[in-house]
Structures are given as C-alpha cells and as structure tokens.
C-alpha cells in the first residue's frame, strides 16, 4: 500500500503568507498605537482635572450670591461683572501692587545674584570652590518653619519688619540656593571657545559675562524667574508672620482677610481669587517654551 503525499507549491504558499502579512502588520500597528492613545486619555484627564477648577472658578464669581447656592454648578444668567469691581475695591487691587512689588523685586534679585555666584562656580578654578557649592546647595534643606524665630529677630534688629523689603530679601533668600544649581548646571554646559576667543580680544571677566555668558543663558534664566515669580506670588507664611499692616498684605494674605470680612458672599471672594490666579496663568502660558527648555537643559546636566 502506497501513501501519496502532496506537498504544496512553493508559490501557493508565498501567496498564503502575502496574505497572512497585511493582517499581521494591522495588528501590530493597533498594538504600538494602544500605548499612545492611552497616553492621550491620561494626558486629558489631567487637563480636565486641572482646568475645570478654574473654569469653574471663574463661572461662579460671575454669579450673583443666591444663585451661587441655588445653581452652583450651572452657568450664570447674567455676568456679574460688578463682582470683580467690588473686590477690587475691598483691597485686591491694593494686594495685586504689593504682590506685584515683591515678585518683580524678588526676581530681579534671584537672577541677578544666582547668575554671578553660578558663573563663578561653573567657570573659575578657586580654593574652598566645592565646599562653597555644597554650602550653597545646602540651603535648599533649610526649612522655613524652622527658621521664624531667628528671622523675626533679624528683621527687627534691621528695622525690616512689617515691610514689603522683609518678604523681598527672604524670598529672595530661600530661592537663590536652587536658583544657583540650576543655572549653575546650565552654565557647565556652554562651549568655553566664545569665551576663549573673547579672551585673546582683551575682553574682561565682566565683559565675557555680559556679553556671552547672559546671552546664552537666557533659556535658564526665564525658567528662574518663571520658577520665582510662582514662589513670591504665592508665598503665605513669611507675608502670614512678618506683615502686620494690612495696607502691606500680599494676595494670600490679603484674600484670607478679605473671606473673613466678606462672610457668605462667595462670589466677590471666588473674583478676587480669580483675579490672583489670572496673572500667574498668563505668565506661564507666554513663557512655558522656555521654561520647559530651559529646565530640561538645566536639569538635564
């Protein structure tokens, strides 16, 4: 008894395959693109979760007081514009001046002084350099709480309490630490042949910093004040502890004050509330480029 046995053609098959590969390939694009739309979804559920506060915040001091309650997650009927107005008037402009004077303060110092001290660190070879750099990094484990006591005499020995200079030179204190390592981290980075070249032509050690040095570090510098201004705009405790005068409070300061003057009127509270958080919101939607570059290259390094 004979077994026949039937082998198929080498073309038949090499067809079946050529069938085989589209269906293959489709499922492997499905599969590499679950990953990403997954990273979508998570991405959009943050936005959600962030922006929809705000919005909301935003709604409800248009509002008038009783629909506030009534129909608290609806839209407002009529903008109520005279909410903002009379906010502003209950001392949030007063608040928005002060805090504005701090943070522009507060800035200008950081980067200022944080660029010299890293320009010093990241270029010159000097003795006691490292102990400096640890010294300095080491600030940034200094915690605030810790230190209102010694402060609060300090001021008073300096005749800089309760003044917008006390919030400015501790804001600008407790920042210049991370302020340093980052730009000092940033600065490791620049090529040394522009500044090389600018040497051989007679130029300075100012001139080279001036010229070259600020210039090529402007990308860490806007995350710096970018980074400060979030910090001064904010800051509760020292504005809390070291201000008494109310005509010197800050916005966080300020609007607990308010809330407890305002009582139930939420809707004059929630606009002064939004008219602190719109500044911040613009300043970061302008200058979030660079101060995700300047981050990413800072910190990167």
Do not use: C
């Not at 935003?58 to 909410?83: C, D, H, I």
């Not at 110092?109 to 660029?115: E, F, N, S, T």
């Not at 210049?176 to 600065?187: G, I």
């Not at 090389?196 to 001139?207: C, L, N, P, T, V």
Request: zero cysteines.
């Amino acid at each position: 008894m004979t077994t026949t046995i039937t082998r198929t053609p080498k073309r038949v098959s090499k067809a079946r395959a050529d069938r085989r590969e589209p269906e293959r390939s489709s499922g492997r694009r499905l599969l590499t693109r679950a990953p990403s739309w997954g990273v979508y979804i998570m991405l959009w559920a943050f936005v959600l979760l962030i922006v929809y506060p705000l919005f909301w915040m935003v709604a409800a001091s248009l509002k008038t007081n009783a629909e506030m309650f009534s129909q608290a997650w609806a839209l407002p009927r009529y903008l109520q514009w005279g909410n903002w107005a009379q906010a502003w008037q209950l001392g949030v402009g007063q608040y928005v001046l002060n805090s504005v004077i701090v943070t522009v303060s507060s800035i200008i110092g950081v980067i200022v002084l944080g660029a010299w001290a890293a320009y010093a660190l990241a270029r010159f070879r000097y003795p006691l350099r490292t102990p400096l750099l640890y010294l300095i990094i080491g600030g940034l484990m200094l915690s605030p709480q810790v230190a209102l006591i010694p402060l609060f005499r300090l001021l008073s020995t300096l005749q800089l309490y309760n003044t917008l200079g006390a919030l400015i030179v501790l804001d600008i204190a407790f920042r210049l630490p991370f302020t340093v390592f980052l730009m000092r981290a940033y600065m490791l980075g620049l090529p040394y042949d522009l500044e090389e070249a600018a040497y051989i032509d007679g130029a300075s050690h100012w001139q080279v910093f001036w010229h070259i040095i600020v210039p090529l570090s402007r990308p860490i510098m806007l995350s710096a004040a970018l980074l400060q201004a979030f910090f001064s705009w904010n800051e509760f405790l020292f504005a809390l502890t070291f201000i008494q005068d109310s005509a010197l409070k800050t916005l966080p300061v300020g609007l607990l004050d308010m809330q407890s003057r305002l009582l139930t009127n939420w809707p004059v509270l929630l606009a002064g509330l939004s008219i602190a958080a719109l500044p911040m919101i613009a300043l970061f939607i302008v200058g979030q480029r660079w101060f995700v570059r300047g981050l990413a290259e800072g910190m990167g390094k």
